[in-house]
C-alpha cells in the first residue's frame, strides 16, 4: 500500500507558541489521515500540522493511510500504541459511524481511540445539474413525488454520512422510496453523474460542490446545517425551507492511541486548541468549507456519543449492515 508521508518542520517559533509551556522536542509528532493526498480533510491536515508544529515546538508528520474509509488510519493507530506520539485525523465516520454499519472492524473506538480534540464541522449541499427543473427544494421535493421511478438520490458511498443524510430527507420529506445510488469504485464520481443525469440529485459535503456551482455547472439547492453555510451564505437550509427536522453534519477531530497518558493528551488538546484559535486558521478553514471547532477532550466524547444517539435510529432504519 503507498503512504504519503510529509514533515511540517517548525522554523522561527514566534509568537504561535505560548513561552514555558510546551518544550522542545525533537521527536516527530505523525498525524494519521485515512484518505488520499489533496483531499479536504488532507489539505486541512498539513496546514494544521504546520501549526501544531509551530506551538508543540516539534516536527510534524503528515502520513496518508488511505483505504475503506478511514479504517486503515485507524487500524495503523492501534498498531502505534505510543505515548501521543501518533495522532489520527478523522471524520466522525471512524469513531461514530463505521461501528453502526460494520460487524467487523480493525479497531475498537472505545477501547483503542483516545480522544484529543474536535477540530471543525462540515455540511452537506443537495445540488441537482443546472437546467434541472426544479428551481427550489419544494419543486425539487414535488417533482420526486410526481416521478416515483425516478426518486433516487446519489452519494460518494454505503453507509457514509450522505447516505444517511439523504435517507433523513426522505423520511422528512415522505419520500417513502428514495433510492440510495452509491458512486464509489464505479468510473463515473457523484459530480458526473448528477450533471450527466444518472442521478436527478447528489448530497455531499457542500465544499465538493462549491466551484461546480460557480461554474454554472449544478445548482445547490439546500444546505444541511442550522444556519446558512459561510461557504454559501446564498443558499438557504432545509430548515429555512420548511423542514425542520432535516438538520445534519459531521466533523473532523484528533484522536490518539490509547496508550496515551492524560498528560500527553491534554498538552495536544492545549496546542490543538491555541491553533484553532489563530484567526488565519480559522479562515482557511472557512475557506475549505469547514467550521472551526475547539473545546476540551471530554467536549469530543460527549460530541461523539450525542452524534451516536442521533444517527443509531437513522442507520438501523436503513438496515445496512457490513459484515
Not at 274 to 288: E, F, G, R, T
Amino acid at each position: 500500500m503507498m503512504r504519503r508521508r510529509s514533515i511540517v518542520l517548525s522554523a522561527a517559533l514566534g509568537p504561535l507558541a505560548s513561552p514555558g509551556i510546551f518544550a522542545q522536542n525533537d521527536k516527530p509528532l505523525r498525524i494519521l489521515v485515512g484518505f488520499a493526498a489533496g483531499s479536504g480533510i488532507d489539505v486541512s491536515a498539513r496546514y494544521l500540522g504546520e501549526r501544531l508544529s509551530q506551538v508543540l515546538k516539534q516536527p510534524v508528520i503528515v502520513e496518508n493511510r488511505p483505504g475503506a474509509g478511514g479504517q486503515v488510519a485507524a487500524a495503523a493507530l492501534k498498531a502505534a500504541q505510543d505515548d501521543g506520539q501518533t495522532l489520527l485525523y478523522t471524520p466522525m465516520v471512524v469513531p461514530v459511524l463505521a461501528p453502526m454499519v460494520f460487524s467487523k472492524l480493525p479497531y475498537d473506538p472505545e477501547k483503542d481511540l483516545l480522544p484529543v480534540g474536535h477540530v471543525c464541522n462540515f455540511y452537506f449541499g443537495l445540488a441537482v445539474r443546472n437546467d434541472f427543473p426544479a428551481q427550489n427544494l419544494k419543486e425539487m421535493l414535488a417533482w420526486l413525488k410526481n416521478n416515483p421511478q425516478q426518486a433516487a438520490f446519489g452519494s460518494p458511498a454505503i453507509g457514509g454520512l450522505p447516505h444517511f443524510f439523504g435517507l433523513l430527507i426522505g423520511r422528512e420529506a415522505g419520500l417513502s422510496d428514495f433510492l440510495h445510488v452509491p458512486l464509489y469504485n464505479t468510473s463515473v464520481t457523484l459530480p458526473t453523474a448528477v450533471m450527466g443525469g444518472q442521478v436527478p440529485l447528489g448530497i455531499d459535503v457542500t465544499n465538493e460542490w462549491v466551484q461546480l456551482a460557480r461554474g454554472g455547472k449544478v445548482r445547490i439547492l439546500a444546505t444541511s446545517g442550522p444556519q446558512r453555510s459561510k461557504v454559501v451564505p446564498d443558499v438557504p437550509t432545509f430548515v429555512e425551507q420548511g423542514f425542520p427536522g432535516i438538520v445534519g453534519g459531521g466533523w473532523f477531530a484528533m484522536y490518539a492511541s490509547s496508550k496515551t497518558t492524560p498528560a500527553n493528551q491534554q498538552r495536544i488538546n492545549e496546542a490543538l486548541n491555541q491553533v484553532l484559535a489563530q484567526p488565519d486558521v480559522s479562515a482557511k478553514l472557512i475557506s475549505l468549507g469547514y467550521e472551526p471547532g475547539g473545546g476540551s477532550v471530554n467536549d469530543l466524547a460527549q460530541l461523539a456519543k450525542a452524534d451516536s444517539r442521533r444517527w443509531a435510529p437513522v442507520v438501523q432504519a436503513s438496515g445496512v449492515r457490513v459484515n
